[in-house]
């Protein structure tokens, strides 16, 4: 399995009752995808969201957020860490 952050766009006011919402939705049916969503964070004030995942593929994080109702704008593989 590789880590992945994703990113969404377009989230200006965005709550932390939101975030964990929509956070939650991809919880609820990630195992269909064999996806970990570890964490996720935002900043209201530019709408910006960002999730970390543990997933078998890109492809695998973007339909479960599609599924979800929140697609990613950018998907990027994390293949190090310290």
Avoid at 54 to 78: C, K, N, T, W, Y
């Amino acid at each position: 399995m590789s880590k992945f952050i994703d990113v969404h766009h377009g989230m200006v006011g965005i709550t932390a009752d939101q975030l964990q919402q929509a956070h939650d939705a991809d919880l609820a049916i990630q195992g269909e995808e064999k996806v970990t969503f570890e964490h996720a964070w935002a900043d209201p004030d530019t709408g910006v969201v960002y999730c970390l995942s543990e997933a078998p593929s890109a492809e695998a994080v973007q339909r479960i957020h599609e599924r979800a109702g929140h697609p990613a704008d950018e998907i990027h593989a994390v293949p190090l860490d310290v």
